[in-house]
């Protein structure tokens, strides 16, 4: 029993980041209903700028839970424009183009923000100085970390803030009416281009604390880290219905619940064909997600 | 149909001519779908770049020999080894412009086909004892057994989930091969047989059994991208519905596609089981999807000459760039988001025209 | 009056919570021009995309030819003998004006893989008379361009022809087309009249969408009239000219292009050829 709880919490815990992440490609796909392969490497970007943050201000940040913020609102910042800059340069002159071309130009871009940081910091793994005080909780019987409910915590908050900033603010309701029908959101004069700017900020400064908090976590980060976490968070953002976000929590969670236990019966060597072969069952039985809406595909 | 009632009616045709063009402009912009214009002028005609040379029907035997006269230009072992890559790498390209090229399919993990057939012949030549040319019937069911599973569930779906199974399909692949111990785990399989050495130094036998595998693909590629089923390809990757309306089972014709660029997948990874002689999982990773992926959008998808001349150009650049890895993959992927937005057909596009040729004979002195 | 080939019996399909086409029954006889009009929103290019297979009916059911053809995938329905074009001109653009025509062809030509692998004679047969076919039906719909290449860089008006050609390639027993004036001059108009007086001439039932009622009053024989995905009114021109309904739907309807297009009726009611009409 207590070995079923810890793997509950640690499925949690797993299915927590790759919420962070699941919400921005999520709401991408929502919006301009374009796959952004390049959203795992955002996240990779963001553990980057954390990592550069830390060397650069190592001493004077200290090591408390203070710090830990402080990086990742900084990270965040950063892939959020980089984000932003993401879709100005490579998608939005596509917008109304293939979507074969939209895809490869979304494969591009992965690859150069994988390869731009391999030129940059090198191709070698980096080590995160910042091991967050080790303590332990014990909770019915299951070890938990303190950085782990730190962590956990700090990405519930941002879900929060998500889904308060997408159903109460103006940029929210613009943001649902062009996932709807983007022709009218223009002719009724929303400003289309901003709002779509505005969600590639959002989604992509998400990946960063998600990147962040895997880069504090595990201690290390490599410019291909952004890769299988990419597919995960699709494997989710579809096994909750893609385009809806408490969809994409949901599915993070189930993911990281099977995942957590089919390491603990099967192998942490098989976990990501699971998850890749469950993303494949799950498209075959019902590709619309759990919470996803049957619609009607109309000519 | 009589052909009696055939008459024409455009007498009056040139007449109007000015206004139409008018008014045509204004309906095809508002004919888009989604937000945007449908392709504003992608693919100009592909008049500008080597007309004469890309059309002549001298190409593709002028540099078919040109492959296989190689070895009595230059046979030093590291240039047969370096084509013998180049060659495989010219049959993935052309596999996997089946599917993107001529689909408008993505297939992030073509990958995944070339190591089942890697695997497939290497393990019944090197566990089994069969020569490598009896494994290939059984690579190929192999192949379109693969393509069946990945194909079946996802090809019903919108086109971009298919991108990303494809991506997730490719991993399961190559961890599934690092994984289990029949595979040879990370250590993969060696010793891998050749087809024979014909009484010839081994490596440039391999290489001619390579040559004229691969010219003899390129070829068929080509032929079946131009026959009844590659007008249903392209018919579905221009506009699915218009094709169903013709009656075109969409989703079998997208099957065909997928399959046939299994089987060439399947086929190429004999070749590089042959070749290598050992092979273990990181030869199969998402890096080589990606640059057989690049190969055929560089080159220009559709297009048989592109395809090759962008395979070509991918496997032998690093030869010249040696070392600077990264720079490369990093200007690679810049590249493919340059080349969408200012040139999706690629350096050497598909003809967007046909023959003329053919259709005057046939049509006598109608025009 | 000859054979029923079409029988759509209270079909209904729905969106969300509209009902776009909401118990709607016609039928089309073999060989017959038939008209099908109604305000905007009536639901007639609904139920074209009901009758093809591209919506599957919530209700009722679709019978072409004595078959059940309800909800069958639009490939199928189309090799059953039904080719249509569509509103917005979806015609396969990189793709050279022959090849589009080849496509209606695509179900009729037999080749396997291996034929076209091989270049065998049965490959080079097949593609020499498809491309003789091609060229018949690009003169039957009149169409005076460069034939080899991309159609994209054909005139509006001249992708259209290509369209109705691609659909009679098919060798369909019925054609529907959905709003084929649309954006065409004066001149183009009287050419697609013609045209759409020779399909009928080949046997082929005809089905039309369209706003035109200078168009609609002289080429069909019979006209329904839509109104809230059902029919209000069938019957010869003539008759749904002084047709109390009809006049009411479009005059009823809060939508003022609605009331254009009954005093549009009302103008031509007279016998006359076909008027240019720009909404």
């Not at chain 1, 929303?190 to 990946?207: C, E, K, W, Y």
Request: proline content about 4%; overall charge positive; glycine content about 14%.
């Amino acid at each position: 029993m207590d070995h079923f709880i810890q793997l509950v919490f640690s499925g949690l815990f797993v299915g927590s980041f790759y919420a962070l992440v699941a919400l921005g490609y999520s709401m991408v796909y929502g919006i301009i209903k374009l796959l952004n392969f390049a959203h795992g490497d955002l996240y990779m970007v963001g553990a980057f700028a954390g990592f550069t943050v830390l060397s650069v201000g190592a001493g004077a940040l200290g090591g408390g839970l203070l710090a830990l913020i402080a990086i990742m609102l900084v990270a965040m910042a950063a892939t959020g424009g980089l984000g932003v800059l993401l879709e100005r340069v490579a998608y939005r002159p596509l917008r109304g183009a293939p979507r074969l071309s939209v895809l490869i130009t979304a494969v591009g871009a992965s690859f150069a923000l994988e390869y731009g940081i391999a030129v940059a910091f090198g191709p070698n793994p980096e080590v995160y100085q910042m091991g967050v005080s080790g303590g332990t909780l014990n909770v019915l019987g299951a070890r938990l970390t303190y950085a782990q409910l730190a962590m956990t915590a700090i990405a519930v908050v941002l879900m929060i803030a998500l889904d308060t900033l997408v159903r109460r603010t103006r940029t929210g309701r613009a943001m649902r009416a062009i996932s709807q029908d983007p022709k009218a959101c223009l002719l009724m004069g929303v400003n289309v281009d901003r709002v779509i700017s505005r969600t590639f900020f959002l989604g992509s400064a998400l990946a960063g604390a998600a990147g962040v908090m895997a880069g504090v976590y595990y201690g290390k980060i490599d410019f291909l880290m952004g890769f299988v976490i990419g597919l995960k968070a699709f494997t989710a953002a579809v096994i909750g219905g893609i385009g809806n976000l408490r969809g994409a929590v949901l599915g993070a969670v189930v993911l990281g619940l099977l995942e957590s236990f089919s390491v603990a019966y099967i192998g942490s060597e098989w976990r990501d064909v699971f998850a890749f072969g469950f993303l494949i069952l799950f498209l075959t039985v019902r590709p619309t997600g759990l919470l996803g809406e049957r619609v009607t595909e109309r000519v | 149909m009589n052909d009696e009632s055939t008459l024409r009616a455009g007498e009056e045709a040139s007449a109007y001519a000015g206004a139409v063009e008018e008014r045509g402009r204004v309906n095809v912009a508002l004919a888009g779908r989604g937000v945007g214009t449908p392709k504003p002028n992608r693919r100009p005609s592909a008049g500008r770049t080597l007309p004469g040379v890309l059309a002549s029907r001298w190409l593709g035997p002028g540099v078919a020999l040109a492959a296989l006269a190689l070895p009595y230009l230059n046979s030093s072992t590291y240039v047969i080894r370096i084509a013998v890559d180049a060659l495989i790498f010219v049959m993935l390209a052309v596999g996997l412009n089946i599917v993107v090229g001529y689909c408008g399919l993505l297939d992030l993990g073509y990958a995944a086909f070339f190591a089942i057939g890697a695997y497939t012949s290497g393990l019944l030549s090197t566990r089994y004892g069969w020569p490598l040319i009896a494994t290939i019937p059984v690579v190929v069911a192999a192949a379109v057994a693969g393509g069946l599973l990945i194909g079946g569930p996802t090809l019903r779906l919108r086109s971009d989930y298919l991108a990303i199974v494809t991506l997730g399909f490719g991993e399961i692949i190559r961890i599934t091969a690092n994984n289990l111990d029949f595979t040879g785990g990370p250590d993969g399989l060696y010793g891998i047989p050749g087809f024979g050495d014909f009484g010839l130094r081994s490596d440039i036998a391999l290489y001619w059994v390579t040559a004229v595998v691969v010219c003899l693909a390129v070829l068929f590629a080509g032929r079946l991208g131009r026959g009844r089923l590659g007008r249903a390809w392209r018919f579905v990757r221009e506009d699915e519905d218009a094709a169903e309306a013709m009656g075109i089972h969409t989703y079998r014709v997208k099957f065909a596609a997928y399959i046939a660029g299994a089987v060439f997948g399947g086929l190429a990874g004999v070749l590089f089981a042959a070749h290598q002689t050992a092979i273990s999982p990181p030869s199969f990773n998402f890096l080589w999807s990606a640059l057989i992926l690049m190969a055929v959008v560089l080159g220009g998808m559709g297009s048989t000459p592109g395809v090759v001349a962008g395979a070509l150009a991918i496997s032998l650049l690093p030869e010249l760039l040696r070392g600077a890895e990264n720079w490369r993959y990093l200007i690679f992927g810049l590249l493919l988001i340059v080349a969408m937005i200012f040139r999706p057909q690629g350096l050497l596009p598909a003809r967007a025209g046909e023959a003329r040729r053919r259709g005057r004979r046939v049509r006598g002195g109608a025009s | 009056m000859s054979e029923v080939l079409l029988d759509v019996r209270d079909m209904a399909v729905q969106f969300g919570g509209v009902r776009a086409v909401d118990g709607l029954t016609f039928r089309v006889h073999e060989g017959e021009v038939l008209s099908v009009i109604g305000p905007n929103g009536a639901g007639k290019t609904s139920a074209f995309n009901c009758i093809t297979g591209f919506y599957k009916p919530s209700g009722g059911t679709v019978t072409f030819g004595g078959a059940r053809i309800t909800g069958r995938r639009p490939a199928v329905i189309a090799a059953s003998g039904i080719a249509r074009t569509f509103q917005n001109l979806r015609l396969f653009g990189d793709l050279t004006v022959l090849d589009n025509v080849r496509a209606g062809m695509h179900v009729r030509i037999r080749q396997n893989f291996l034929d076209a692998m091989l270049h065998t004679p049965r490959y080079r047969r097949g593609e020499d008379a498809a491309t003789a076919e091609a060229h018949r039906w690009l003169d039957f719909v009149g169409l005076d361009h460069d034939r080899t290449a991309p159609i994209r860089n054909l005139p509006y008006g001249e992708q259209r022809r290509v369209e109705i050609a691609r659909a009679l390639a098919r060798e369909p027993r019925m054609l529907l087309l959905d709003e084929p004036a649309a954006g065409l001059n004066h001149g183009e108009k009287a050419q697609l009249l013609a045209l759409m007086r020779r399909i009928a001439g080949l046997g082929i039932a005809v089905v039309l969408i369209e706003h035109d009622m200078g168009l609609v009053m002289e080429v069909s024989e019979r006209i329904v009239v839509l109104s809230h995905g059902k029919e209000i009114a069938d019957g010869t021109p003539a008759a749904i000219r002084s047709d109390p309904a009809v006049i009411e739907a479009y005059l009823g309807a809060e939508d003022e292009e609605a009331h254009a297009e009954a005093e549009r009726i009302a103008a031509e009611a007279g016998p006359g050829g076909t008027t240019e009409v720009e909404s």
